[in-house]
């Protein structure tokens, strides 16, 4: 299973972008799905994530400007970033719960490599 990120670069405070993972491979079925953040020298830390459901949960730093979405007939989670400040600056992972197929209902957690999201005049 593999996860692929895109959509990263740089930004204008108060512009938008929207990151797109797509994940490939073999897969049974994908559970929840997220996104999260790290600075350099800091934790890493949930952005957001999205439940089978459709379930949302957001950090406060990014409630009302920042939206989850997927896409299951395309595996792909979705997050649209408005409203951009300096402190989302960030590389930002792509996680997936995924049940690879031939694992029954097995869980594993699995990661994206990471796009850069830089906000700066």
């Known amino acids: 299973v593999q996860l692929v990120e895109s959509g990263g670069g740089l930004v204008q405070p108060g512009g938008s972008l929207r990151l797109s993972c797509a994940a490939s491979g073999s897969i049974f079925r994908i559970w929840d799905m997220g996104w999260y953040r790290q600075v350099s020298g800091q934790e890493r830390e949930l952005v957001s994530s999205?439940?089978?459901?459709?379930?949302?949960t957001y950090s406060d730093a990014v409630k009302g400007r920042f939206t989850i979405s997927r896409d299951d007939a395309q595996n792909t989670v979705y997050l649209q970033m408005n409203n951009l400040k300096p402190e989302d600056t960030a590389v930002y992972y792509c996680?997936?719960?995924?049940?690879?197929?031939?694992?029954?209902?097995?869980?594993?957690?699995?990661w994206g490599q990471g796009t850069q999201v830089t906000v700066s005049s």
């Open positions: 999205i439940s089978s459901s459709d379930t949302t």
């Open positions: 996680n997936a719960v995924v049940t690879p197929t031939g694992y029954g209902y097995n869980q594993w957690p699995y």
